[in-house]
T-cell receptor, first 118, second 115 residues
Framework: EAGVAQSPRYKIIEKRQSVAFWCNPI?????LYWYQQILGQGPKLLIQ????????DSQLPKDRFSAERLKGVDSTLKIQPAKLEDSAVYLC????????????????FGPGTRLTVT | QKEVEQNSGPLSVPEGAIASLNCTYS??????FFWYRQYSGKSPELIMS????GDKEDGRFTAQLNKASQYVSLLIRDSQPSDSATYLC???????????????FGQGTILTVHP
């Protein structure tokens, strides 16, 4: 079974530029998550989709971050304009729909995109 | 108070010893608990999940959950140098509202197993 795919793996941009990340979840996983992991910290949830609807975006800085999940499969996360403090690893994870599986809340992570803002 | 707090590291143990990693959480309605292993420069990898009080064993790993004390731990028996990584505790409140399946992570504990 293929895992969660993400691209690009690395990105370096200057502040005030824009950047976009792509994620393809595990086949059949209806729930998709974007996390931000700053060096030395645990991942922090930015946004959660169930199919193509947003379930939780309470910690997404909506003035500069946006995300979409068209057709309930792939997702993109965009930052515009980027700030120095956005330097982090952006992780995408997916899981089965809670309640419809034996282990409903197990999330599986992609390799991440390391963003450096200079 | 942090929502999920892990014992501060780094933790260093000799090869073959038992490594004990601890985690406390603040939300009493939490239902699902996970341990992830993260090697340097890699993404988190799920190694254990536990949903009910007591112990759950999987190979050299044992997860322990005590909901009354809001405490979850991970024991690694016969520690190997390949176990050297950051271990992340994650907690989910489960179903309900906007936190459906949302994971809250601790800051991680760095484990080093030396030969």
């Amino acid at each position: 079974e293929a895992g969660v795919a993400q691209s690009p793996r690395y990105k370096i941009i200057e502040k005030r530029q824009s950047v976009a990340f792509w994620c393809n979840p595990i086949s059949g996983h209806a729930t998709l998550y974007w996390y931000q992991q700053i060096l030395g910290q645990g991942p922090k949830l930015l946004i959660q989709f169930q199919n193509n609807g947003v379930v939780d975006d309470s910690q997404l800085p909506k003035d500069r971050f946006s995300a979409e999940r068209l057709k309930g499969v792939d997702s993109t996360l965009k930052i515009q304009p980027a700030k120095l403090e956005d330097s982090a690893v952006y992780l995408c994870a997916s899981s089965l729909i809670p309640g419809l599986a034996i282990r409903p809340y197990e999330q599986y992570f992609g390799p991440g995109t390391r963003l450096t803002v200079t | 108070q942090k929502e999920v707090e892990q014992n501060s590291g780094p933790l260093s143990v000799p090869e073959g010893a038992i490594a004990s990693l601890n985690c406390t959480y603040s939300d009493r309605v939490s239902q699902s608990f996970f341990w992830y292993r993260q090697y340097s420069g890699k993404s988190p990898e799920l190694i254990m999940s536990i949903y009910s009080n007591g112990d759950k064993e999987d190979g050299r790993f044992t997860a322990q959950l005590n909901k009354a004390s809001q405490y979850v731990s991970l024991l690694i028996r016969d520690s190997q140098p390949s176990d050297s990584a950051t271990y992340l505790c994650a907690v989910s409140t489960g179903a309900g509202g906007t936190s459906y399946g949302k994971l809250t992570f601790g800051q991680g504990t760095i484990l080093t197993v030396h030969p």
